[in-house]
T-cell receptor
Framework: GAVVSQHPSRVICKSGTSVKIECRSL??????MFWYRQFPKQSLMLMAT?????????EQGVEKDKFLINHASLTLSTLTVTSAHPEDSSFYIC???????????FGPGTRLTVT | AQSVTQLDSHVSVSEGTPVLLRCNYS??????LFWYVQHPNKGLQLLLK??????LVKGINGFEAEFKKSETSFHLTKPSAHMSDAAEYFC???????????FGTGTRLQVFP
C-alpha cells in the first residue's frame, strides 16, 4: 500500500534555530501534500496544502514566513520551522495524496521540542 | 461549512464486547466521511470511508460505520473489541470538491482484558 515517511521522527532544537522536516511518499507520486499540526490530546489542524512545483496554500492563521513549505518533487515535501520558539513545540504530521480524491496517506509524524 | 463532532473523548470497553464510537457531522451537501485510527508512534491509518455509495461501510479490522443522513451521524462500530484496538480514533469530513480534511477532536478507546 501507499507509504509515507517522515524524517526525523523526533527533534529537539534550541530557541531561535530552524528545523527542517521531510515528508516522502515512498511508493507513489504525490500530487498534493498536506502538513498538519497536532497539539497534545487534540485533533489535527491543517496548516497548509502544497502541490508539486507551486507555492503552498496556507490556512488562516498560519504564518507562511515561519513555516516554509517546499514541494520540489512528486515524492518529497519539506516543512521548515524558522526561528523556532517553545510554542512551536508540537507533533507535525504530513500526508500525501495521489489522484484519488480525498484519499490521503499519513506519515508517522515528527515530534518537535523547542527548548 | 463542514464540521464533525465526536461526542465522546474517551470510551472504555472490555475485550470481546461491542465498540461504539459516535460521530455527527454538519455539511450543507452530501459529504465524504472517514474514520482514521492513530496508534502511538504510528501514522494515521484509514479504517473506512463513505463517499455516497452504500450507506453501510465496512472497513479494516472488523470495523464498520453507517451513514445516516436523517441523523447526520456516522458512528463507528465493531462487534467484539480486541486489545489491539486500543488507540485514538478520528472522524473526518472532507471539504466539497477539495482534498481538505476536517478532523474531529478524537476518541480514545481503551480496551480492558
Amino acid at each position: 500500500g501507499a507509504v509515507v515517511s517522515q524524517h526525523p521522527s523526533r527533534v529537539i532544537c534550541k530557541s531561535g534555530t530552524s528545523v527542517k522536516i521531510e515528508c516522502r511518499s515512498l511508493d507513489f507520486q504525490a500530487t498534493t501534500m498536506f502538513w498538519y499540526r497536532q497539539f497534545p490530546k487534540q485533533s489535527l489542524m491543517l496548516m497548509a496544502t502544497s502541490n508539486e512545483g507551486s507555492k503552498a496554500t496556507y490556512e488562516q492563521g498560519v504564518e507562511k514566513d515561519k513555516f516554509l513549505i517546499n514541494h520540489a518533487s512528486l515524492t518529497l515535501s519539506t516543512l521548515t520551522v524558522t526561528s523556532a520558539h517553545p510554542e512551536d513545540s508540537s507533533f507535525y504530521i504530513c500526508s500525501a495524496s495521489d489522484r484519488v480524491p480525498n484519499e490521503q496517506y499519513f506519515g508517522p509524524g515528527t515530534r518537535l521540542t523547542v527548548t | 461549512a463542514q464540521s464533525v463532532t465526536q461526542l465522546d473523548s474517551h470510551v472504555s470497553v472490555s475485550e470481546g464486547t461491542p465498540v461504539l464510537l459516535r460521530c455527527n457531522y454538519s455539511s450543507s451537501y452530501s459529504p465524504s466521511l472517514f474514520w482514521y485510527v492513530q496508534h502511538p508512534n504510528k501514522g494515521l491509518q484509514l479504517l473506512l470511508k463513505y463517499t455516497s455509495a452504500a450507506t453501510l461501510v465496512k472497513g479494516i479490522n472488523g470495523f464498520e460505520a453507517e451513514f445516516k443522513k436523517s441523523e447526520t451521524s456516522f458512528h463507528l462500530t465493531k462487534p467484539s473489541a480486541h486489545m489491539s484496538d486500543a488507540a485514538e480514533y478520528f472522524c473526518v469530513v472532507s471539504y466539497y470538491n477539495t482534498d481538505k480534511l476536517i478532523f474531529g477532536t478524537g476518541t480514545r478507546l481503551q480496551v480492558f482484558p
